[in-house]
């Protein structure tokens, strides 16, 4: 009589739950890479409209040069 031996499952067998966790690894490293990418654009996107108010407020409001004609007319110098 023969014994019959046997053979674990694929997915039981060291190299496959390697294979496994470094492609999880990977998936990881590649959800947290696009959610950081996309925090990224949404910060450049903020700055960029209130970059573009600003600039319209200092057009306005920068007079002779870059100084701001409220505090050239706020000063008083005694002499």
């Not at 696009?34 to 925090?39: I, N, R, T, Y």
């Not at 057009?59 to 000063?75: H, I, K, M, W, Y």
């Amino acid at each position: 009589a023969l014994s019959a031996q046997i053979e674990a499952p694929f997915y039981e067998e060291w190299w496959f739950l390697l294979v496994m966790a470094l492609s999880s690894l990977i998936l990881i490293l590649l959800v947290v890479f696009a959610l950081v990418l996309h925090g990224q654009s949404k910060k450049y996107k903020n700055c960029n409209g209130g970059k573009t108010i600003s600039n319209v407020e200092e057009s306005v409001t920068l007079d002779n040069g870059g100084f701001t004609a409220l505090e050239l007319n706020s000063r008083h110098l005694n002499i």
